[in-house]
């Protein structure tokens, strides 16, 4: 429980000038895990892993197939990019409301805290970086190639240019 009163400092710093922001980042980043029964863990994507592994029973020594009701997203913990944004805001409002009793609130802007203006409306920012990989290769084991499956191909498409049709090869 020594750990609790860490937290709970962490999430009063939050309310305040972020200076050491990445200190407190750190901090909720292993509140989130323990949230989700990782005590061990200190990073959401180390617990992410932890946790698709968990449910989906895979295992390094197998090959990973889709279980058949799917897989739920839902019960994961958000990655640390998304994470990160969402703890911006958290201290946007939390320094909003601590502050309440003062004319002004705050004076920081809300583009630095998570959100972004769009046709004067503000609207979160889920993450930075790409969604998606930018290729299949960076998230699919690759076969080796053999020696024997280049000399097919070419033999292969040898015989294609002399039987006339024109082929355009895309490999």
């Given at each position: 429980?020594?750990?609790?009163?860490?937290?709970?400092?962490?999430?009063?710093?939050?309310?305040?000038?972020?200076?050491?922001?990445?200190?407190?980042?750190?901090?909720?980043?292993?509140?989130?895990?323990?949230?989700?029964?990782?005590?061990?863990?200190?990073?959401?994507?180390?617990?992410?892993?932890?946790?698709?592994?968990?449910?989906?029973?895979?295992?390094?020594?197998?090959t990973?197939?889709?279980?058949?009701?799917?897989?739920?997203?839902?019960?994961?913990?958000?990655?640390?990019?998304?994470?990160?944004?969402?703890?911006?805001?958290?201290?946007?409002?939390?320094?909003?409301?601590?502050?309440?009793?003062?004319?002004?609130?705050?004076?920081?802007?809300?583009?630095?805290?998570?959100?972004?203006?769009?046709?004067?409306?503000?609207?979160?920012?889920?993450?930075?970086?790409?969604?998606?990989?930018?290729?299949?290769?960076?998230?699919?084991i690759?076969?080796?190639?053999?020696?024997?499956?280049e000399?097919?191909?070419a033999?292969?498409?040898?015989?294609?240019?002399?039987?006339?049709?024109?082929?355009?090869?895309?490999?």
């Open positions: 429980m020594a750990k609790s009163n860490d937290f709970i400092k962490c999430f009063i710093q939050m309310s305040k000038s972020l200076e050491d922001r990445d200190n407190i980042f750190e901090k909720i980043e292993e509140f989130v895990c323990h949230m989700y029964g990782l005590n061990r863990l200190k990073q959401v994507n180390e617990a992410r892993v932890a946790l698709f592994e968990k449910t989906y029973k895979f295992l390094d020594t197998e990973f197939k889709l279980p058949k009701k799917g897989i739920d997203g839902s019960s994961l913990p958000p990655c640390k990019s998304e994470l990160y944004q969402q703890f911006l805001r958290a201290c946007y409002i939390a320094q909003i409301w601590s502050n309440a009793h003062l004319k002004v609130p705050t004076s920081d802007d809300p583009e630095d805290y998570g959100w972004e203006e769009i046709d004067n409306k503000y609207n979160f920012t889920w993450f930075f970086g790409s969604q998606l990989p930018t290729s299949i290769d960076e998230i699919t690759q076969p080796e190639k053999d020696d024997d499956d000399n097919i191909r033999d292969s498409s040898d015989s294609d240019s002399d039987n006339g049709s024109e082929r355009d090869d895309y490999d």
